[in-house]
């Protein structure tokens, strides 16, 4: 039972291809282009006002230098947006329920965010290793806890999408199953579960979207004490 529940985390691989790998493809394959026509469909139009608002409350705290990133973590914000969707359709994939997946997301962009705070500011970037006003014996104590909070932070990325992805899938599945055992013995409180399923699809709706969010919200705090 246990291994039959966690089966639906492992990479699947068809014909020697990791199905990993097109699972990241697809999501750009299904979002629409825009056209060169004055008026654009409701589709387009929803997508434009999406990607305008979100762009605009996620870099409205920060400076004009920080606004170089507004494409790619839009982009990154979509696109996890779109596999976490995705993952929650019958027999498909969830590549972010992978933690080698998130990490490698997480750390690149984190450690460019520490390049650039170490090259543009190093004094200030360093600043936040030791608080104000530290009395002297524990700053050595605090250097090294705030270094440690300072590598943990990608790996708290990662770690916080996976986990959660994961947990709302596992909740799923385990009351489907409830569904599928109680229905021929108690008809009643198989609809009253099935009904719970339903709400708890709905929350891990919000979830995907939610954790798509914080990710790229996270980083752009991060963004935001290096430039």
Do not use: C
Request: charged share 5%; aromatic share 8%; net charge neutral.
């Amino acid at each position: 039972m246990t291994l039959s529940l966690f089966d639906q985390f492992m990479s699947p691989w068809h014909m020697g291809i990791p199905l990993l790998a097109i699972s990241l493809v697809l999501p750009w394959v299904l979002f629409p282009t825009p056209t060169s026509r004055w008026l654009n469909n409701r589709m387009l139009t929803f997508q434009s006002w999406f990607i305008a608002r979100f762009t605009h409350q996620t870099f409205l705290p920060l400076n004009v230098g920080g606004h170089k990133w507004a494409l790619l973590l839009t982009s990154l914000m979509v696109f996890l947006i779109t596999l976490n969707m995705l993952g929650l359709l019958p027999y498909t994939f969830t590549p972010t329920t992978q933690l080698s997946l998130n990490l490698g997301l997480a750390v690149p962009l984190w450690l460019a965010t520490v390049v650039i705070g170490m090259r543009n500011q190093p004094t200030a970037a360093l600043g936040h290793l030791l608080p104000e006003g530290t009395p002297t014996p524990l700053i050595p104590v605090l250097i090294i806890i705030e270094t440690i909070s300072l590598f943990i932070r990608p790996v708290a990325l990662g770690v916080r999408l996976t986990a959660n992805l994961t947990a709302g899938h596992l909740l799923i599945q385990l009351v489907s199953m409830a569904v599928l055992v109680l229905l021929p013995m108690m008809p009643m409180v198989a609809m009253l579960t099935a009904i719970l399923l339903l709400m708890l699809t709905l929350l891990e709706i919000a979830v995907a979207m939610i954790q798509a969010y914080v990710f790229v919200l996270l980083l752009s705090l991060y963004l935001q004490e290096n430039v």
